[in-house]
């Protein structure tokens, strides 16, 4: 089960940390929205994120912030671990 953690009770290393390695796994995002079929407007729509953001993720262009990433995680249907790498 996918557990929200608020960005406020993260340490902001941890965020930095979440939002660069998005930005490193923004091909495996969109591979993964491909195989489920969503186009990137319907995508965006769906994550509530405009779809020039998400493809500026996607491409790696741009990181994300940790709201951003569990509307992703959630709407494709995976843990957070599957898009970001958490690890410190």
Do not use: C, W
């Amino acid at each position: 089960m996918l557990r929200f953690i608020p960005h406020h009770a993260l340490p902001l290393p941890m965020i930095a940390h979440t939002v660069a390695h998005v930005r490193a796994h923004g091909p495996n995002i969109r591979s993964k929205r491909e195989r489920q079929g969503y186009g990137l407007r319907r995508f965006a729509a769906l994550v509530d994120v405009s779809p020039a953001h998400l493809s500026r993720i996607e491409r790696g262009q741009r990181g994300a912030q940790p709201e951003v990433i569990q509307r992703i995680a959630r709407g494709l249907g995976v843990e957070i671990t599957d898009i970001a790498d958490l690890s410190a």
